[in-house]
C-alpha cells in the first residue's frame, strides 16, 4: 500500500532579538529534504512577520496551504511557546502531525512529551526524517528508527540516537533566506548567509549547550564541499555558524587557499577560540586575503579564575594575545562576554576597563545561564529561579546574583551596552568600525 506523502510546513518561532535576524539554515536543511523527495513544503518564518495575529495568520497558512504535518525548530527560549501552540492548533486542526525538532528537541526531547506533540526529532541528521518522510508516522514504521519520541498506546516511545554524523545527507533549499533578505541582519554589519561547516565541539565549557550536540562527538565536513556551498550561495557575506570554525590550522589554511585559487570574492565571518589566536597568528593575514573580516571570540571573562570556573581551557592573557593578533592582522575581534551571576561592582568596572585597554569596539554580553543539558545545569540546578523558558536567552537573570540585587545587576548589565554600543553605531557611521589599529569615536 503507497503512502500518502505529507504535506509539509516549518515553523521558527519568533522570539525577542534586537540585534540579528537570521536564516533558519536548519528548517532549509529539512525543506531541501522535502524537495529532494518531491514533498510540498513551506517554511514559515515568524521573524518575517509582526507580533500580532501570529496564531491567525499561523492557521490561515495552514488552511491555504493544505498542511498536514506541522515541524516546530525549537530553542531553549522556545518550549512553553511551541507547547502552547501545539495545543492551540491541535483543537482547530485534530487530524494534523506535530512535530518538533532543533536543539532543543535534540538535548532535551521530553519537554516536548504533551498530549498535542506526536513527534519529537532529537537524531543527528536527517536520515530518519527521510525515511519517516518516505513510508510513514506509524508505530510499526517508528520503531525501526532511531533518534525519534512517538506516543504508543498514550505512552511515549523513545528510541536511542544514531551514530553522529560528519556531513548532510542533502543541500539546503535557501528559499526562506532569499526570500527574507530584506528583514535579514545583524548589528551594524549587514546581511548575512549561514553555512555549517562542522558538528558539535571539541571543548566542552561549563555554560555551552552547542558541545553536546551530535552525541557530543565533534565531526567536520569534507572542506572542498564547503568551498563549493560558498561558491553556490548568492549572497557576498557568510557567517560560518560552526563553534569553531578555526581550530586545524591546515584544513583553514586549505579552505582559505581554496577560496583564493577559485576567485571568490565573499566576506566572512566565523567563530574561533582565543588560545587558537594566540598561538597561530601566522594563519591570519591568509584568512584575512580569503575574505574573513569578523571573528567571534568567547572571551568569556577576564580574569583566570573565572574562566577555570566555565572550564573555558584559556586564560586572560590567551585573550589579550588573541585580540592583539587580529587587530594586528586587520581582523575585527567580536569578544564575547559571559556575565557570572557573582559578579561584583568591580567586577563590571573592571571589564570595561579591559574593553577599552585593549582597543575593543564590537562586544557581546550574556548572562551566565544553565541551559538545560548542559553541564552548568547539573550544577546548578537547584538555584534557578523563574526558569520559564522565554526568559533562557542570556539577556535575563536565572541564578540570583551574589553580590547586588537583581535590579542593580541587571541595571549594570544594561549600563554596560550603554557604555559600548553608541560607540559601534557612531564608528560605523563613520566607516571606521572595521579600521581596528584605530581608537576614539570616529
Known amino acids: 500500500m503507497s503512502h500518502k506523502k505529507p504535506r509539509v510546513l516549518l515553523i521558527r518561532p519568533k522570539y525577542y532579538s534586537l540585534v540579528a535576524n ?16 518531491k514533498i510540498p513544503c513551506w517554511i514559515h518564518d515568524e521573524f518575517q512577520f509582526p507580533w500580532t495575529l ?54 532535551n526531547y521530553s519537554e516536548f512529551f504533551t498530549d498535542d506533540v506526536d513527534l519529537v526529532y532529537h537524531d543527528n541528521g536527517l536520515a530518519t526524517l527521510k525515511e519517516m518522510w518516505r513510508y510513514g508516522f506509524t508505530p510499526d514504521r517508528l520503531k525501526d528508527l532511531t533518534g525519534i519520541c512517538y506516543k504508543e498506546n498514550g505512552r511515549w516511545i523513545t528510541k536511542e540516537k544514531g551514530q553522529p554524523v560528519c556531513g548532510f545527507i542533502n543541500k539546503p533549499d535557501r528559499s526562506a533566506f532569499y526570500r527574507g533578505l530584506k528583514k535579514n541582519y545583524i548589528f551594524m554589519k549587514g546581511k548575512y548567509a549561514l553555512s555549517k561547516a562542522s558538528f558539535s565541539c571539541p571543548y566542552n565549557c561549563l555554560f555551552c549547550y552547542c558541545t553536546k550536540m551530535n552525541s557530543g562527538e565533534y565531526t567536520e ?6 568551498v563549493d556551498e560558498v561558491e553556490e550561495i548568492h549572497h557576498d557575506k557568510i557567517w560560518f555558524v560552526d563553534d569553531t570554525f578555526f581550530f586545524d590550522k591546515a584544513r583553514v589554511r586549505d579552505f582559505c587557499n581554496e577560496i583564493i585559487k577559485r576567485g571568490i570574492k565573499k566576506t566572512f565571518m566565523a567563530y574561533a577560540r582565543a588560545d587558537f589566536l594566540a598561538a ?26 573565572t ?28 569578544g564575547l562576554f559571559v556575565i557570572n551571576y557573582t559578579a561584583t561592582r568591580e567586577d563590571f568596572h573592571k571589564l570595561m576597563k579591559f574593553i577599552k585597554d585593549n582597543n575593543l569596539l564590537w562586544v557581546i554580553f550574556g548572562i551566565f545561564t544553565p541551559y538545560k543539558g548542559t553541564d552548568a545545569y547539573d550544577e546548578y540546578k ?24 537583581s535590579f542593580e545587576y541587571m ?25 581596528t589599529k584605530r581608537r576614539g569615536w570616529f
Not at 597561530?280 to 571573562?301: H, S, T
Open 280 to 305: 597561530n597568528p601566522d594563519i591570519l593575514p591568509l584568512a584575512y586575503k580569503a575574505g574573513f573580516r569578523d571573528i567571534l571570540v568567547g572571551l568569556e571573562a577576564i580574569s583566570d579564575e
Open 54 to 107: 501570529r496564531f491567525y495568520r499561523l492557521c490561515r497558512i495552514i488552511k491555504e496551504g493544505r498542511f498536514d504535518f506541522i515541524g516546530f525548530n525549537a530553542n531553549a527560549n522556545t518550549v512553553d511557546y511551541i507547547n502552547k501552540r501545539a495545543k492551540q492548533l491541535k483543537a482547530i486542526f485534530p487530524d494534523i502531525t506535530i512535530m518538533v525538532g532543533g536543539p532543543e528537541a535534540e538535548l
Open 307 to 334: 574562566l577555570d570556573e566555565y572550564n573555558k581551557q584559556t586564560s586572560k592573557n590567551d585573550n589579550i594575545m588573541a585580540i592583539k593578533n587580529l587587530h594586528d592582522n586587520n581582523l575585527v575581534c567580536n
Open 22 to 37: 537570521l536564516e533558519p539554515l536548519g528548517l532549509e536543511y529539512l525543506a531541501g529534504l522535502a524537495r529532494d523527495l
Open 411 to 435: 541595571f549594570r548589565y544594561y549600563w554596560i551596552h550603554v557604555l559600548t554600543y553608541p560607540k559601534i553605531m557612531v564608528r560605523t557611521f563613520f566607516g571606521t568600525a572595521y579600521d
Open 382 to 405: 537547584d538555584k534557578v529561579k523563574n526558569f520559564k523558558s522565554w526568559r533562557l536567552d542570556g539577556t535575563h537573570i536565572t541564578l540570583k546574583p551574589t553580590n547586588m540585587s
Open 221 to 226: 565536513r569534507n572542506i572542498m564541499e564547503v
